[in-house]
Nanobody
Framework: QVQLVESGGGLVQPGGSLRLSCAASGSSISTFAMYSMNWYRRVPGKEREFVAS?????????QYADSVKDRFAISRDNDKRTVSLQMNALNHEDTGMYYC????????WGQGTQVTVST
C-alpha cells in the first residue's frame, strides 16, 4: 500500500509560479522507482484532466498535456520518494485540485492540493 501526500498548492496571481510536491510512503526506494508518477487536476463540474507523468524504471519517459507543455516541468527523486511539478506562467485555466498518483499495475492516489490562479 502506497500513501501519497501532495503539498505546495495555494493562491497565485496569473503569470506566477508554484511548485507542487508529492511524497510517497509505504514502499521501498527500489519499488518506488518502478512506479509511473502522475499529476492530474480536477475543476468542479469537469472531468479529471491529465497534466503530466514521469515513467518508472530506467526510461523515465516524461509526458505533458498540451495545455501545460513548455510551462510545467515534472521531476522525481527516487531516493526521497518524491515527485515534483514546477508550474510556471500560470493562468486562470490552471486553477483546480491537483492530484498525484503512483501507478505500477495498481494505481494509488493522494488527497490533492488546491491551486488557485486569481488576481
Amino acid at each position: 500500500q502506497v500513501q501519497l501526500v501532495e503539498s505546495g498548492g495555494g493562491l497565485v496571481q496569473p503569470g506566477g509560479s508554484l511548485r507542487l510536491s508529492c511524497a510517497a510512503s509505504g514502499s521501498s526506494i527500489s519499488t518506488f522507482a518502478m512506479y509511473s508518477m502522475n499529476w492530474y487536476r480536477r475543476v468542479p463540474g469537469k472531468e479529471r484532466e491529465f497534466v503530466a507523468s514521469i515513467g518508472g524504471g530506467s526510461a523515465g519517459i516524461i509526458q505533458y498535456a498540451d495545455s501545460v507543455k513548455d510551462r510545467f516541468a515534472i521531476s522525481r527523486d527516487n531516493d526521497k520518494r518524491t515527485v515534483s511539478l514546477q508550474m510556471n506562467a500560470l493562468n486562470h485555466e490552471d486553477t483546480g485540485m491537483y492530484y498525484c498518483s503512483a501507478k505500477w499495475g495498481i494505481e494509488y492516489w493522494g488527497q490533492g492540493t488546491q491551486v488557485t490562479v486569481s488576481t
